[in-house]
């Protein structure tokens, strides 16, 4: 019965039942049950004509006279589920009711009051009804709020986070979101304490067993209800019902249920995007990030999600692509191949193709971080890296654990490559003679030393560069302390993406100049190196967009000053080459030759990189 109905100890106070000197005889045990009705009447067997949830007036004229009829009588008032028994005095009883009435009263948890001052019967339904009539009205109005509020949400696309707290707001009760794991998604204590609602959340969870897709567990005190669509459930909407010994209102049904489909419906919107979990582990590594909510408040709905980050050793990983542009994609062999997007799929360098490709990037980290048996916090730090938060039992496990991630994270993305060979590099210009142009007629070798390929393709004749880098942090000790680690981890990885080196995971002594430079980015006097150095080679390129001499001089510098190998990167003639460089040399006044000149062009060159990244 929905407490919106007064309660039997409520209509005892109002004035007309007060008018008739009320006393109770029997079953206070149930003086907190609600009333739907009352109902006069003065024949015994009345009990067939009502549905439970009713207060039985009566002056007794009609009752049984012997023992066996009161209690008869009194039974079946309480197998239909009444919620209390009046009488008035005067006309059947005047002392007072019979014993055996009362007896069986108090034996069936069934008030029973006597009337001891003749009272008009109709003035007390009239206040009882209005009462009712009142509190339905009411109830309507605060329904229709949720329906008002929830649809709003539904239309803006609320994410968990809001949708609970309107929830929590309009019951006045906690709320907690789960998945189908018993980890808490997203919660609102309503104003009570957040570490004691969810201490040994699963534990507790699995206890609260509610008989329906929306039921009130009483055992328990919560409201449940299933949150899911098309016949696909994910996660449990809970809500506490202080009042134990009451089912809680109808509105606080509805109120759950809306606030479930809104859930829903959001999820089904963002079905192509991350997973509601992911999106959590989002919010949290942002929050540490970016100090946008107290550390304690990260740690709990951590550990609530399954993570714990308390009192372990902490490690920022970033994982990022090489390259910014989705066409930039890895080759079948999990190596750089900047037309491998393109060929695979002509739309898959579309405007969708970046947040696809961070997505795919994500669920790899996720996936690495599940084979490596680690705990970690994982989703995207930014539109380009993927960042986790590993949570270790100690420091000696460190390297260890890093060492395993990235097995893993080379394992899962070869497994999801497609399989088929690598594909053709377009040829390499060729003289007259129909040789490989600069080559003075040797053919190049491929990686494993033998002649390469002839045909017009072009063997792979540099070293091929993981398409991925994975960079750490410098492990710390608290939590407070892992923004640090993370935006370490970050750092080193924006310094790394064009070290040629195929290590496991890049750390701070690996990047070296690289990594410096990425840290001075910010600096106005590094910006004015880099433009005094490169300032008229860059304007050069910005009029003359075909060309891009910044290339050239980059395969140059990268290629140690060696010029063969320098045009072979930049995929051009050796004639082309020395004509390219040769115009560079002019554009900045500067001596090509020269080691001191290319130095500080080339860390120009670095600082430019990291001034760029973002």
């Not at 967009?545 to 140690?560: D, K, N, S, V």
């Amino acid at each position: 019965m929905s407490p919106v109905f007064p309660t039997v100890r409520e209509v005892l106070g109002l004035v007309p039942v007060r008018h008739g000197a009320p006393r109770l005889v029997a079953g206070d045990a149930g003086l907190d049950r609600p009333v739907r009705w009352v109902h006069v009447t003065e024949v015994p067997d009345i009990a067939t004509l009502l549905g439970g949830g009713e207060l039985v007036l009566t002056t007794g004229i009609g009752l049984p006279a012997d023992d066996a009829g009161l209690r008869a009588f009194v039974g079946d008032l309480a197998d239909v589920g009444v919620s209390g028994l009046v009488v008035e005095l005067g006309r059947r009883y005047v002392g007072g009711v019979p014993r055996v009435m009362a007896a069986a009263a108090e034996r069936r948890g069934l008030p029973l009051v006597e009337l001891r001052r003749a009272t008009p019967f109709v003035r007390i339904t009239e206040a009882v009804h209005a009462l009712i009539v009142d509190a339905q009205l009411t109830e309507l109005r605060a329904t229709e709020e949720i329906h008002q509020r929830f649809t709003e949400l539904s239309v803006e696309g609320a994410e968990p986070a809001e949708v609970l707290r309107q929830a929590a707001e309009l019951a006045g009760c906690p709320v907690v979101l789960e998945n189908l794991s018993r980890q808490v998604l997203a919660y609102d204590p309503a104003g009570e304490n957040a570490e004691l609602l969810l201490d040994g959340w699963e534990q507790h969870s699995r206890r609260i067993r509610p008989a329906g897709r929306t039921a009130y567990d009483p055992d328990s005190g919560w409201l449940v209800t299933t949150v899911g669509a098309r016949g696909q459930d994910w996660g449990r909407l809970l809500l506490r019902w202080p009042a134990a010994e009451a089912a809680p209102p109808t509105r606080l049904t509805i109120l759950i249920e809306r606030a479930a489909s809104t859930l829903a419906l959001g999820r089904l919107i963002r079905r192509d995007a991350e997973g509601l979990e992911r999106q959590i582990h989002r919010t949290l590594l942002t929050a540490l990030i970016d100090h946008s909510r107290p550390v304690d408040e990260v740690a709990l709905r951590a550990k609530a999600l399954g993570v714990t980050l308390d009192r372990r050793h902490l490690v920022g990983v970033v994982v990022r692509h090489r390259s910014d542009d989705p066409a930039g994609d890895a080759g079948p062999d999990g190596h750089d191949d900047p037309g491998a997007a393109r060929r695979r799929d002509p739309e898959a360098v579309g405007p969708e193709a970046g947040p696809a490709r961070l997505r795919d990037l994500a669920e790899a980290v996720g996936q690495a971080v599940r084979e490596a048996k680690l705990t970690a916090l994982t989703s995207a730090v930014d539109d380009h890296a993927v960042g986790a938060l590993l949570a270790l039992p100690d420091p000696a496990a460190e390297e260890r654990a890093l060492a395993a991630f990235a097995a893993a994270l080379r394992r899962v993305r070869l497994d999801a490559a497609p399989a088929r060979p690598p594909a053709p590099r377009p040829a390499r210009p060729t003289d007259g003679a129909g040789r490989a142009a600069g080559t003075g007629g040797v053919r190049p070798v491929d990686g494993t030393g033998r002649g390469g390929a002839t045909g017009g393709v072009r063997p792979v004749d540099v070293p091929a560069r993981p398409a991925v880098v994975v960079a750490a942090g410098s492990g710390v000790s608290s939590l407070r302390e892992a923004r640090r680690s993370l935006v370490e981890a970050r750092q080193i990885a924006e310094a790394a993406r064009r070290d040629p080196r195929d290590l496991p995971c890049f750390r701070l002594p690996h990047v070296g100049l690289a990594g410096l430079l990425h840290l001075l980015r910010d600096e106005p006097r590094l910006q004015t190196f880099v433009e005094r150095e490169l300032g008229p080679l860059l304007a050069y390129d910005a009029q003359h967009p075909r060309e891009q001499l910044l290339g050239t001089l980059r395969a140059y510098l990268e290629q140690g000053r060696n010029k063969s190998a320098g045009a072979v990167a930049a995929h051009l003639s050796r004639p082309a080459f020395y004509e390219r460089l040769a115009r560079i040399g002019r554009i900045l006044d500067a001596d090509l030759d020269s080691v001191d000149q290319c130095l500080s062009l080339h860390v120009a060159l670095l600082a430019l990189d990291a001034v760029r990244t973002p």
